[in-house]
């Protein structure tokens, strides 16, 4: 059973990435999947999450990143992505996902959780 986070690298002050959190062992049939960032100093930052709900999707964001970044989810492929656009060096972070059966907004303890992939932005 694994949650994996991954599609990190540099990229420079106002570039775009797409991160991918592949799970295997399980199915991503979770109320709520959620992507967190933590920076170098700084707390674990909530970035957004996913949920589908009698068939319907929902998707949150903070506000840090909202407008610019987008969660989607491919149940075929039981993969959940995180697209980053406009980014900036507060970004910077180990970016990890995490599988809750318990909250559709991604909060309180995980099911599931897995190693980070790190982001830098930087010129």
């Known amino acids: 059973v694994q949650l994996q986070a991954s599609g990190g690298g540099l990229v420079a002050p106002g570039g775009s990435l797409s991160l991918s959190c592949a799970a295997s062992?399980?199915?991503?049939?979770?109320?709520?999947i959620g992507w967190f960032r933590q920076a170098p100093g700084k707390e674990r930052e909530w970035v957004s999450c996913?949920?589908?709900?009698?068939?319907?999707?929902?998707?949150y964001y903070a506000d840090s990143v909202k407008d610019r970044f987008t969660i989607s989810i491919d149940n075929a492929k039981n993969t959940v992505y995180l697209e980053m656009d406009s980014l900036n060096p507060e970004d910077t972070a180990v970016y990890s996902c995490?599988?809750?059966?318990?909250?559709?907004?991604?909060?309180?303890?995980?099911?599931?959780w897995g190693q980070g992939t790190l982001v830098t932005v930087s010129s």
């Open positions: 062992g399980f199915t991503l049939d979770y109320k709520g």
């Open positions: 995490e599988a809750y059966s318990r909250s559709l907004i991604c909060v309180g303890p995980p099911d599931y």
């Open positions: 996913i949920s589908i709900e009698s068939g319907r999707t929902h998707t």
